[in-house]
């Protein structure tokens, strides 16, 4: 999937691929999309968590070799 | 001034002392649906870490201002961050130590009486999963029950009795939790029985318990006795401790009984568990303290921490054993059942050894509450 911009959260703990993201996404126009890479296992379901509590869409997600990557849709 | 934290330890201690507490969960809202801390003294308030990146000043208002506060979270990081948003505000609040994972690991050891010459039984409380093992130490000998995979704990418990592990049972392949057994019979050198109905697929070497089977424990007259009681698995047996204690496993609960469908086979064990209940079990004195392997409810807890309680009130309290009717109880135990547990199928391939999930897995693997049971 093509993204406007790529986050490398790799090797972060919770709380900050979500912290992260969030600014990322702050500097971003809606509609643009947002592709994250993170390690942290808990990342999915609080990433999905956020996105609906913040209005962003939850595009896409793969998880390859330990690395979890998403695709949130800014809202 | 820093934040301060707080152990699984010591917050189990406060939940088996009625001690107030109030939980300020910052974890996603499906997993605090899922499962929590929780206690008759405990109060909660839910509210994502990711929704108060913005500042803490919306949920201090619900904050109590006289009760000891604890943020928890998955690991430890987010109510670390959560507790110091709080702490700039003026609000004073620990964190828990590990998180949910340290939670989800704690045991507590809880004396559950002496046996004859010396002998003590423990019961080890798993508070954030409802799982219970046993260890019974006698003339420097020891034998496990239900180990769970906090191994260390066992090991070093014994050391510090001074006994050598000697024997370690599980009463049936779990499928709720991953067992420790293996492990602890590995590292202490003793000998790892289970019942051989249910490890027909057991890629291991093991010693096979059947019905009647006796072991004692060094010279003295502590005897551990085995009783087949089928029903949640094929394989389920239950150990009688001198007489004194009935060793359930996942077949009788305090407030419920087991559920015979996690391997697949509801409508073919329902039979052996109706057998095992009402006819097995009131074959036995009423006099024995029955010891499941799990709880549900905290109110299953007594008030020193343990849960155990006697079969003659068991007969009379506990649901799952006053149906008379054959039907009924068919339907109670095959119809309508709880969700199973998470990943139960992969906890019972580990436990038969057929795969062998790196420490992490093993933690997500058991993430959530027990559902062993039905009510």
């Not at chain 2, 939940?15 to 003294?41: C, H, M, Q, T, Y």
């Amino acid at each position: 999937m093509k993204a406007d911009k790529v986050l490398n959260a790799k090797g972060l703990a919770c709380p900050m691929p979500i912290v992260k993201t969030r600014k990322e996404m702050k500097e971003m126009e809606a509609g643009e999309i947002l592709e994250i890479q993170a390690t942290d296992k808990g990342a999915k379901a609080d990433l999905t968590a956020w996105a609906n509590s913040g209005g962003h869409t939850l595009l896409d997600h793969e998880e390859a070799d330990d690395v979890f990557t998403f695709w949130i849709k800014k809202g | 001034m820093t934040v301060q934290s707080i152990s699984a330890a010591e917050v189990s201690k406060k939940v088996v002392n009625k001690k107030p507490l109030f939980i300020l969960d910052v974890r996603n809202e499906d997993a605090f649906a899922d499962w929590k801390i929780e206690g008759e003294s405990i109060e909660h308030l839910n509210k994502p870490y990711f929704d108060l990146l913005d500042g803490v000043e919306e949920i201090i208002t619900y904050l109590p201002e006289e009760k000891e506060i604890v943020v928890a979270c998955a690991k430890e990081g987010s109510s670390q961050m959560i507790a110091e948003m709080l702490l700039e505000e003026g609000v004073e609040a620990k964190f828990l130590e590990g998180g949910m994972k340290s939670w989800s690991e704690h045991l507590e050891p809880v004396k559950i009486g002496n046996l004859t010459d010396g002998a003590e039984l423990f019961q080890f409380v798993r508070l954030g999963k409802g799982c219970l093992s046993y260890m019974v130490i006698a003339d420097g000998e020891a034998a496990v029950i239900d180990a769970t995979r906090m191994t260390d704990t066992f090991l070093n418990f014994a050391k510090e009795k001074n006994a050598v592990i000697k024997h370690v049972f599980d009463t049936h392949l779990h499928a709720d939790h991953i067992s420790g057994g293996r492990v602890i019979a590995e590292a202490a050198g003793a000998a790892y029985y289970l019942p051989p109905a249910d490890a027909g697929e057991v890629t291991f070497d093991f010693q096979e318990i059947t019905d009647g089977w006796k072991v004692g424990l060094g010279k003295s007259n502590v005897e551990i006795e085995a009783l087949y009681t089928p029903g949640h698995t094929i394989g389920s047996t239950s150990f009688i401790v001198n007489n004194q204690y009935l060793l359930t496993g996942d077949i009788l609960f305090i407030d419920s009984i087991g559920r015979p469908d996690l391997a697949g086979r509801a409508e073919d064990w329902v039979g052996d568990l109706r057998d095992s209940l009402y006819s097995r079990y009131p074959a036995l004195a009423e006099e024995l303290i029955v010891l499941p392997a799990h709880f549900m409810k905290m109110g299953e807890l007594n008030n020193d921490g343990s849960v155990a309680k006697k079969l003659k009130d068991l007969f009379t309290e506990n649901h799952g054993l006053n149906i008379k009717d054959t039907q009924e109880f068919r339907d109670m135990v095959t119809i309508n059942l709880p969700p199973q547990p998470n990943a139960y199928e992969e906890i019972r391939k580990t436990n038969m050894g057929k795969i062998t999930p790196e420490e992490e897995e093993q933690r997500e693997m058991e993430i959530g509450p027990n559902r062993c049971a039905v009510r």
